[in-house]
């Protein structure tokens, strides 16, 4: 037997006796085998052992998430963070989710808050926040959307929804950042003199600069073409040597919701 087989076989044995020394409470064992690229944030995993389906179903604060993680994403390890999160909402939120996936922290909003827009550009995954909207009971609190995340921004904003709106989330760390833009020019083309709720924006992003909040400040800066004032920055892992995952908390500037799209555009080019 070659050294390359030897060494898959033996793998393969040991993963298999980790297996069956902890059934039923593990039924697949899998290793990821790359980074996520793709734009739908699926990971690239590799079956070792056990059932090869990686359909399977999360317990998280006491609601239950059908995920299959061949579709769609999934970390545990940011429970800690959604709680944190879920600790800033009131009863009288109103909640978009801009990036929600299969609805982790959609769905426990929509638990806690008034009402919950939670999109995803990834048909599985807005298939999954469906079902577990049925699942966890929330009836008409959560309405789910399926398009890209500048256009959620844009027919959110410019509808009837807008003056509710009280929290939106942004959670998409590699570039949610880039999409800052999309609130520009939201209420041009409504009066000065009406005031309207400026919503709290969490927007998450990674940094492997020296300064990953000064840095991830300047992004957002630049991405608003404003500087948005008492930004509350807090770094919620170490995600790889050097490379942080941060939580940057602000409220959007009227000077954005008014600003000219067509001004700033013209900037660009």
Known sequence: ??????????????????????K???QTVVNKTDAIHNDYRTMQLEVLAGNRSLVTMVVESGLRFHVDLATVYWNSRLATERQRLLNVFTPNDVVCDVFSGVGPIAISAAKVVKRVYANDLNPHAVDYLERNSVLNKLGRKLMVFNMDGRRFIDAMFKSEKAHSI?????????????YLDAFRGIWADRPKTVEFNLPLIHLYGFSKAED???DFHERIRIALREVAVDVQMRRVRLVAPGKWMLCATFR??????HGNMRDWKEELI
């Open 1 to 22: 037997m070659k050294k390359e087989s030897l060494a898959g076989f033996l793998t393969h044995i040991l993963w298999q006796v980790v297996l069956d020394k902890n």
């Open 24 to 26: 039923p409470k593990i």
């Open 166 to 178: 009280t929290q939106v989330v942004m959670n998409l760390p590699n570039n949610a950042v880039e």
């Open 212 to 214: 990953p909040e000064f």
């Open 252 to 257: 959007l500037p009227l000077s954005v919701a």
